[in-house]
């Protein structure tokens, strides 16, 4: 049964990516001399784009824990809407602690991460091909990157200097750019995830 506010759900989830998405450009460009291959995007988080970078972090978790609230009730459904409320919990906690507060806003991030792959998999369920294979393919990139990143950081020695990590498992790409390779692929899954939400919606309205 398709909930009667499946179009609702899929529209907070593509306004929640979207204004991160153009959030991050703006926070990017008001950084004075930021670089997305050397800085972390928390960096964003601390410096003169903090107020519009940590606001859009929040925002892209509380718009998703509400649309959770819309998704369809079924089993298909469930698992999903655990994962992405505990992704929506993560990211807002990223949004409140930032990396000043070096621990916890870690772990808060790498639960956010770790989530939204987990969500992007477990989508499958709910998808037909060809966009259920995507999700997944999205879902297992941003595993890896985290993988990869996390790997990183433990062996440049990162947690404990403030020097820009250097480590053959950033990929050439620095630790900044392995980082967006963990956030862009399920960014880009959460809006096709949206406009997926959004034609179950349409399509019931269709066969009234």
């Given amino acids: 049964m398709i909930h009667p506010s499946t179009k609702t759900a899929g529209a907070l989830f593509f306004i929640?990516?979207?204004?991160?998405?153009?959030?991050?450009?703006?926070?990017?460009?008001?950084?004075?001399?930021?670089?997305?291959?050397?800085?972390?995007?928390?960096?964003?988080?601390?410096g003169p784009s903090s107020m519009i970078f940590n606001s859009s972090v929040f925002l892209l978790g509380l718009l998703s824990i509400i649309g959770t609230y819309f998704l369809p009730r079924t089993i298909n459904f469930r698992t999903l809407t655990i994962l992405l409320v505990l992704m929506a919990i993560g990211t807002m906690g990223a949004g409140i602690i930032t990396k000043t507060f070096t621990i916890t806003h870690s772990a808060v991030s790498s639960i956010a991460f770790l989530f939204s792959g987990l969500s992007a998999i477990a989508s499958f369920k709910v998808l037909k091909m060809p966009l259920s294979a995507i999700s997944v393919i999205l879902g297992l990139i941003t595993l890896g990157a985290l993988a990869l990143f996390a790997g990183g950081l433990l062996t440049s020695g990162a947690y404990t200097s403030n020097e820009t990590p250097v480590s053959d498992l950033f990929l050439g790409i620095g630790p900044g750019g392995m980082e967006r390779m963990i956030v862009y692929p399920t960014l880009t899954w959460l809006a096709g995830f949206s406009g997926h939400l959004i034609a179950l919606s349409e399509k019931k309205e269709i066969l009234k």
């Fill in 16 to 46: 929640a990516s979207t204004q991160f998405v153009l959030g991050l450009i703006a926070a990017e460009a008001l950084y004075p001399g930021y670089s997305i291959a050397d800085n972390y995007i928390s960096d964003l988080g601390i």
